[in-house]
């Protein structure tokens, strides 16, 4: 019996900035498993795209070895391919969609519980859905919901069979939460390595683990073992970065993205000069994987959004909403649009133009603010101002400086009694989230600062992706560092270390 070749299966995408990363990650898995047999694949042509255009691109492109295709064969990875849903058991497709439609009264939540062979794809289908067709929450009795699941089902049952007729002994992905998440949770069920890999960070994913970005449950037991003079140099670096945001000094990646704290002059009064408490509410992308860290007390984002717009009708607040400004540059989502319409239906929430500054609305003097699990919930708690969550896997869930409640039941009774509530806050639990959420943790990749590289070639976090210049420069500077990088990785993959990212240096 000739003996499977081992395998490494990559995600395919355009972005040119994670070549680099894969560069190194590649190299050191292909010796670990002593393979050279590696796959990339791609999911984006057969379900976010509604065009034979698309498909017709990616013939074309991975044929010619043109743009991003050459760079993966320059990687040494000969198959470049798209899954194809043709030849699988139909009847096997249409018993599984009749189990997800089994359930009497089927609701949204139970879309998120889905499994397929106790492994949990519910968030997965979830979060493709919205993206794919660019909607705020699912209407499961849609005809587009039907067929995209049964799609989905056809995918899911084609990663099972390929992991069953292929010895793969990692995956490597960029995106968890969409369609390339399906063959990363075969991977950790069946115990291959499962790899998030990013520009700063590379996340090694398990059963106990299966979502990146959830260092922050270890912040305060990592805190605390500093010593006490590194505690108070830490908390002041983080004192300083905080008022530099909110000053309009922007040096950091976040920052020079979308500097919405800014200070801005020549605006009129955003909030009502009354004794009433002032409610802010930060809703988020409604298709943009609002599942990202795991599941929230609701659905989804619009779901919860609703939520709170229909308190608007019963409290004796006044009720603002203001997206984040980065909302209305980006074409791949309608959050303003339907935001915009909503509030037709609920006159008695005031509209903040996105643009306008956090620092203004909390000089004017906002009292409580809702997110999801935004981060504008270590933002606003520096300044005195509470903010409560809609789910316990936020962030800043291991920090009293937010409210967390565990149910809707929680959220509401939060709503109804909020001039009951306790408003002080800890400073200084504030300043050792910052710290550990914005500094020690991504303020370098492998050597290289990545602020200071933006600083010093005038680029800021949008050019990574899409600045070929970026790419370039940043790629050579790791190339400087090869031999340093290789080690590092090496060592992560050997290990049962969580996440790798670049060591903070005090600056």
């Known amino acids: ?70 760079l993966y064969k320059n990687l040494g990875i000969k198959n470049i391919f798209m899954p194809n849903l043709n030849n699988l058991d139909s009847k096997l497709i249409d018993k599984y969609y009749n189990f997800f439609f089994r359930t009497p009264n089927l609701n949204l939540n139970d879309i998120l519980k889905f499994k397929i062979n106790n492994i949990l794809v519910g968030d997965i289908l979830y979060d493709s859905y919205l993206k794919c067709y660019n909607c705020p929450t699912i209407n499961i009795q849609d005809l587009r919901f039907k067929s995209f699941l049964k799609n989905f089902l056809f995918l899911y049952f084609y990663w099972n069979n390929y992991f069953k007729t292929n010895n793969v002994k990692a995956v490597v992905v960029l995106h968890h939460t969409y369609l390339t998440g399906l063959p990363l949770r075969i991977a950790i069920a069946v115990g291959a390595k499962a790899i998030v890999a990013n520009i ?51 040096r950091t990646m976040e920052y020079l993205l979308v500097p919405s704290f800014r200070s801005r002059t020549g605006l009129k009064e955003n909030l009502k000069k009354s004794k009433k408490l002032k409610i802010l509410i930060s809703p988020h992308m409604f298709s943009d994987s609002p599942h990202f860290l795991g599941s929230s007390l609701f659905p989804d984002c619009y779901e919860w959004l609703i939520f709170l717009l229909n308190f608007s009708k019963i409290t004796d607040y006044e009720w603002y909403i203001k997206l984040h400004p980065e909302i ?61 969550n809609a ?19 929680q959220l509401k009774f939060l709503i109804l009694n909020l001039t009951k509530l306790d408003k002080k806050i800890s400073q200084r639990d504030v300043l050792e989230f910052f710290f550990m959420h914005k500094i020690f943790y991504g303020k370098s990749w492998l050597g290289i600062k990545i602020y200071e590289f933006m600083k010093k070639n005038s680029f800021n976090y949008r050019d990574l992706y899409s600045n070929k210049n970026a790419y370039i420069i940043l790629t050579s500077s790791l190339h400087e560092k090869k031999s340093f990088i290789r080690k590092e990785v090496a060592n992560f993959f050997n290990s049962k270390d969580y996440l790798l990212t670049g060591k903070f240096e005090e600056r």
């Open 391 to 409: 789910s316990v896997n936020n962030p800043h869930i291991k920090y009293n400086f937010n409210y967390h409640p565990k149910n809707i039941a």
């Open 328 to 388: 209305t540059q980006v074409k791949f989502d309608n959050t303003y649009s339907i935001v915009k319409n909503l509030l037709k239906k609920y006159p008695l929430v005031k509209w903040i133009p996105p643009q306008t500054s956090h620092n203004t609305l909390i000089k004017e003097g906002i009292n409580f603010v809702f997110t999801v699990n935004g981060s504008i919930g270590s933002e606003y708690p520096f300044f005195n101002v509470p903010v409560i």
């Open 1 to 70: 019996m000739q003996l499977k070749r081992k395998k490494i299966l990559i995600e395919f995408h355009n972005w040119n900035v994670e070549y680099s990363t894969y560069y190194f990650i590649l190299d050191v898995l292909k010796k670990k498993y002593n393979t050279e047999e590696v796959e990339a694949f791609s999911t984006f042509p057969i379900f976010f795209s509604h065009s034979i255009f698309q498909k017709i691109k990616f013939f074309l492109g991975n044929l010619f070895k043109i743009r991003t295709f050459k």
């Open 200 to 250: 700063g960070k590379i996340y090694q994913l398990n059963k106990k683990n299966i979502y990146p970005y959830r260092e922050y449950l270890h912040y305060k037991k990592k805190f605390i073992k500093f010593s006490k003079k590194n505690k108070n140099s830490y908390l002041k670096i983080a004192k300083k970065e905080i008022l530099m945001k909110f000053s309009g000094d922007f």
